[in-house]
Every structure is written in structure tokens, then in C-alpha cells.
């Protein structure tokens, strides 16, 4: 069976090219464009996984991640993020991120970091 991920990204493009990434290894169920929006299509799809932005308008992707952990606590989230967010990349492990790759996102590090944490 393949895992379900969602994509969450405030950009269209990034979206499009996380998207592109992870079709083939998984089936991407929905795309999010702010955490809220996050919370609200993971309560729905219920996805094995989230590919989630750090910064974002509305609801960021540390809160969304907070919130889809303390009710889903066996979601996989894992954060996209430019490397100069090391900060940033701290708290979203406190809020229960499973890992993080940078942006540019290279699909050599996105689909084996989703997949390793899946196992």
C-alpha cells in the first residue's frame, strides 16, 4: 500500500515542487497552503504523512505540527525549511516534528527522510 502525504507550503511553486517530489513513492492526498488549512485537509485525508513549511501566514508550520501531534500523535511530520532556520527548526522538533529537509527541497532528501520515518 503506498503512504498518503499532504503538502503544506504558502507557495504554489514550492507546493508544485514538493508535489512533483513525492509522486511516484507516495499518493499525495491534498496541499495546503497555511497551517490551518493543514489541520483542517489532516482531519479529512487523515494522510500517513505531512510535508510542512516552516513559515507560513495564517497559522504557522510549528503550530500546525503542535496541533496535529497532540491529536494524531503517530502523524510523521516532516519540516521544509531554509537552512538558515536553525532556531525555528528547534522548536519544530519541541512541537513533535519527525525531521526536516532544506529548500531547495531535492527529492533525494525528502522522499528517503519521509520513507525512514514512515518505517
Known sequence: MTERVLV???SSFQRT??????????DVVGEA??????????????P??????VVMP?????????NIKDRW??????????VDQQEKMMEAVKAGADGYVTKPVDPDE??????SNLD
Open 8 to 10: 503544506v507550503d504558502d
Open 17 to 26: 515542487v514538493v508535489r512533483d517530489a513525492l509522486e511516484g513513492s507516495f
Open 33 to 46: 497552503e497555511n497551517g490551518a488549512e493543514a489541520v483542517e485537509l489532516f482531519e479529512a485525508y487523515e
Open 48 to 53: 500517513d504523512a505531512v510535508s510542512m513549511d
Open 58 to 66: 495564517e497559522m504557522t508550520g510549528i503550530e500546525a505540527t503542535r
Open 73 to 82: 500523535p503517530d502523524a510523521v511530520v516532516v519540516m521544509c525549511t531554509s
Open 110 to 115: 525528502l522522499v528517503p527522510e519521509l520513507k
